[in-house]
């Protein structure tokens, strides 16, 4: 199994964390998002999200999307931390917390920090006034 990643990316930290808490070790591949390896055809092939992090199960096989990737692992790995909960509420509950933290911070987060730095504008539009806006959202969130 490898894990493609940038370390320091939010939703990569998000796997990582969540692999430090089982006490998972996986094969690292370090992505050059920034110079576009992540829109190549090698990775196409393995990626439906052209994103970061990526996990390769098999050569046929590959995991998108952090959440996934973590809920992956907790399914294969022998463990009784219930890091997605072990009663209804608990796995609602988890839930709950996972869609408010990604719909009101971290995108409008990543929208802010994409559109305002324009890092990606190799392969988006940018547009400063709705980073500003997205930018005072994501700052609310964290306040409440
Ligand atoms: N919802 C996705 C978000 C993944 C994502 O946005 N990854 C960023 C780094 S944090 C990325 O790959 N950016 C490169 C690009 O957009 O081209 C997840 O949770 O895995």
């Not at 996972?98 to 539009?125: C, H, K, M």
């Amino acid at each position: 199994m490898k894990l493609y990643e940038v370390a320091a990316s939010p939703s990569c930290r998000r796997v990582n964390i969540f692999l430090k808490a089982l006490g998972v070790e996986v094969e690292r591949v370090t992505v050059n998002i920034r110079g576009g390896e992540n829109l190549s055809e090698a990775y196409r092939q393995m990626s439906v999200n052209l994103k970061v992090p990526l996990l390769e199960i098999d050569a046929e096989t590959h995991l998108c999307e952090s959440l996934a990737i973590c809920r992956y692992f907790d399914e294969i790995t022998t463990n009784h931390q219930y890091l997605f909960g072990q009663t209804a509420l608990e796995k609602a509950q988890v839930e709950m917390w996972n869609r408010i933290v990604e719909w009101q911070g971290l995108i409008p987060a990543f929208q802010a920090f994409r559109n305002l730095s324009g890092v990606y504008r190799d392969r988006e539009t940018c547009i400063n006034s709705w980073g500003k806006k997205v930018k005072s959202v994501s700052a609310n969130f964290c306040h409440c």
